[in-house]
């Protein structure tokens, strides 16, 4: 097994793992999308609406204030993040400036 891992540039102890599991096992960190992202991506485009270039840091605090006004839980930003980078679904970012766009004083 040993010469078969070093070919593969696999560590022994994870396969070792691997072929001790029962057939039942199932990865935990896979699984459908959290219940309620749509209803979160309403709401956090209804607090961007006048100003659509903010961040998601930017609107997700203006989500959990909003929320704090209603007594509701707080949202992660690390969610917002993540509900608002799949693609399509958010504002796409800021075009990045080209070098030598923007004049520097000497």
Aim: positive net charge.
């Amino acid at each position: 097994m040993m010469a078969v891992c070093q070919a593969l540039g696999l560590a022994r102890s994870n396969i070792h793992i691997h072929l001790r599991r029962s057939a039942s096992w199932l990865d935990g960190r896979t699984g459908p999308t959290p219940i309620g992202d749509e209803q979160l991506l309403s709401d956090i485009r209804e607090q961007i609406t006048d100003l659509p270039s903010y961040g998601y840091r930017r609107a997700c605090a203006l989500l959990n204030r909003q929320r704090a006004s209603v007594d509701a839980a707080r949202v992660s930003p690390k969610r917002v993040y993540r509900v608002s980078s799949i693609p399509g679904r958010f504002i796409a970012n800021n075009p990045a400036w080209p070098r030598g766009a923007i004049p520097h004083a000497h």
